[in-house]
């Protein structure tokens, strides 16, 4: 099972509100991914734990804040976000650093 | 430091024609090498890579790719195409950091 999940599938917000997107892997992977990507862009890496741990915050602003429960869980806490926030959030993981990383369908943010 | 560069932005065959889509990395020793595909509205799926071994890889939806050292380039084919083919496909390299990804090619499937 390669499967990863993530929780809503689209979310709409105001500039105020607070809100989490959750992400979930039951494959024992140690390695946990953040991207942002918006419409005919890659993929841009915004976090990465490794082993419960911080390993990567790639300059993302503080209105975006993760968080990795354990090693089955990966939230993205977004607080005060503007509309160019606005973009597809995809979470991964992968067994190490380097290996193959495994998708979830993402989620649709539209920031108001 | 690693990169990689898709040769065209859109690519459009018709169905039945070979698919060629292009991927070439720069990096001073060989990476790992991966294609995703990516559907309208969804994630990444992985479509083959290339770690060690054999440089012939085999992928999913009849899809494969080679690796070649002596030309930096990981270029993806399919013998026939499909409607379905219809997507995003992204070339990605890995070194000793996560994934550095190519801008990705549209491949539209005219019928």
């Known amino acids: 099972d390669t499967e990863v999940t993530q929780t809503p599938k689209h979310l709409v917000m105001g500039m105020t509100n607070k809100k989490s997107l959750k992400c979930e892997q039951h494959?024992?992977?140690?390695?946990m991914y953040w991207y942002k990507q918006k419409a005919k862009k890659p993929p841009e890496l915004m976090f990465v734990y490794s082993y419960e741990k911080l390993s990567i915050n790639e300059s993302v602003p503080s209105r975006f804040s993760p968080e990795c429960p354990n090693s089955s869980l990966l939230n993205l806490h977004l607080h005060a976000l503007q509309p160019e926030d606005s973009a597809l959030y995809l979470c991964?993981?992968?067994?190490?650093?380097?290996?193959?990383?495994?998708f979830g369908p993402g989620t649709r943010l539209l920031v108001l | 430091a690693q990169s990689v560069t898709q040769l065209g932005s859109h690519v459009s065959v018709s169905e039945g024609a070979l698919v060629l889509l292009r991927c070439n990395y720069s990096s001073s020793v060989p990476p790992y090498l991966f294609w995703y595909v990516q559907y309208p509205n969804q994630g990444l799926q992985l479509l083959l890579k290339?770690?060690?071994?054999?440089?012939l890889v085999k992928g999913i939806n009849g899809f494969e790719a080679e690796f070649k050292k002596s030309e930096t380039s990981f270029h993806l084919t399919k013998p026939s195409a499909h409607m379905s083919d219809a997507a995003e496909y992204f070339c990605?390299?890995?070194?000793?950091?996560?994934?550095?990804f190519g801008k990705g090619t549209r491949l539209s499937v005219i019928a």
């Open positions: 991964a993981s992968s067994q190490e650093g380097r290996e193959t990383q495994y």
């Open positions: 290339y770690t060690t071994g054999a440089t």
């Open positions: 990605a390299v890995s070194l000793n950091t996560p994934l550095v």
């Open positions: 494959m024992g992977h140690r390695a």
